[in-house]
T-cell receptor, first 112, second 115 residues
Framework: QKEVEQNSGPLSVPEGAIASLNCTYS??????FFWYRQYSGKSPELIMF????GDKEDGRFTAQLNKASQYVSLLIRDSQPSDSATYLC????????????FGAGTRLAVHP | DAGVIQSPRHEVTEMGQEVTLRCKPI?????LFWYRQTMMRGLELLIY????????DSGMPEDRFSAKMPNASFSTLKIQPSEPRDSAVYFC?????????????FGDGTRLSIL
């Protein structure tokens, strides 16, 4: 069974803090990893993607990948109330080219 | 650039009726995906196409669901007959190829309610 696991939250952080969102996956052969943000009643919106071990930074967002531990995370620095949303981790599995398996999502609440 | 376009945005219909959802992918994208999202099951892949050809329909829940992609700019997802448990938000997404697993871009979705 191909699985992507996320803590459902809510993860509550104060404005200006670092929010850390975590995701584990079951398939060691996974190659591509994506983070989507979904506001209530809206569609998933791509935040970042990462293919290689290590960190990838884009503005206030940093994706971290550790394939040995089958773990991917998203850090949001200087969190803002507008970052309050559900964050979906998505992973491609070996043999499923371009086919994404989504986690259930972590709800993030940034309070002023 | 225009994103993925879905129609209708909302659909309310009675059990037993046929429902047709429509999607126009981003121009130049050769992968198209249909997803269903519910509170209980999250975001589930139903079917995806590459170059208009269905590649994997293992997520289609049952024979009442069918999907077609007659050309590169249009796809439909049909439910016949519809049932209350089909109520969900249905998303269409598209991506390009290009030698790797490219990000998928989602449409605004169709919120379907079966009474």
């Amino acid at each position: 069974q191909k699985e992507v696991e996320q803590n459902s939250g809510p993860l509550s952080v104060p404005e200006g803090a670092i929010a850390s969102l975590n995701c584990t996956y079951s398939d060691r052969g996974s190659q591509s990893f994506f983070w989507y943000r979904q506001y209530s009643g809206k569609s998933p919106e791509l935040i970042m993607f990462i293919y290689s071990n290590g960190d990838k930074e884009d503005g206030r967002f940093t994706a971290q990948l550790n394939k040995a531990s089958q773990y991917v995370s998203l850090l949001i620095r200087d969190s803002q109330p507008s970052d309050s949303a559900t964050y979906l981790c998505a992973v491609t599995f070996s043999g499923g080219y371009n086919k994404l398996i989504f986690g259930a999502g972590t709800r993030l609440a940034v309070h002023p | 650039d225009a994103g993925v376009i879905q129609s209708p945005r909302h659909e309310v219909t009675e059990m037993g009726q046929e429902v047709t959802l429509r999607c126009k992918p981003i121009s130049g994208h050769d992968y198209l995906f249909w997803y269903r999202q519910t509170m209980m099951r999250g975001l589930e892949l139903l079917i995806y196409f590459n170059n208009n050809v269905p590649i994997d329909d293992s997520g289609m829940p049952e024979d009442r669901f069918s999907a077609k992609m007659p050309n590169a700019s249009f796809s439909t997802l049909k439910i016949q007959p519809s049932e209350p448990r089909d109520s969900a938000v249905y998303f269409c997404a598209s991506s390009s190829s290009g030698g790797g697993n490219q990000p998928q871009h989602f449409g605004d979705g169709t919120r379907l309610s079966i009474l």
